[in-house]
Nanobody
């Protein structure tokens, strides 16, 4: 059974760091892309970063230079290292995979398996 489980969220002050984890089961990281998405209260869900089955990485402009995505094949886990966090990074963060593609895609509805989400709150 294909499953994604996020962890690592929490409360952090502006300028601080967090590392989110997305543990995958039922498939391996070299099968399909895994993306990180976030949804702030009252806002639409947006793409944050993605790593393809071949390891290619993409980032939203709002997080470039601050966030870094990586994959650990041995642990079958994708990480999102978030540095220099801002108030506007506050959101529920989700990881998801698309079983339709091997490369990252923009359309959120292309991602057919989602984790339960982890809350990230940036506050002083």
């Amino acid at each position: 059974q294909l499953q994604l489980v996020e962890s690592g969220g929490g409360l952090v002050q502006p300028g601080g760091s967090l590392r989110l984890s997305c543990a995958a089961s039922g498939f391996t990281l070299d099968s399909w892309p895994i993306g990180w998405f976030r949804q702030a209260s009252g806002m639409v869900r947006e793409a944050v970063s993605c790593i393809s089955s071949s390891g290619r990485k993409t980032y939203a402009d709002s997080v470039k230079g601050r966030f870094a995505i990586s994959g650990d094949n041995a642990k079958n886990t994708v990480y999102l290292q978030m540095n220099s966090l801002k108030l506007e990074d506050t959101a529920v963060y989700y990881c998801a995979t698309s079983t339709q593609f091997r490369e990252c895609v923009d359309a959120l509805d292309s991602y057919d398996y989602w984790g339960q989400g982890t809350q990230v709150t940036v506050s002083s």
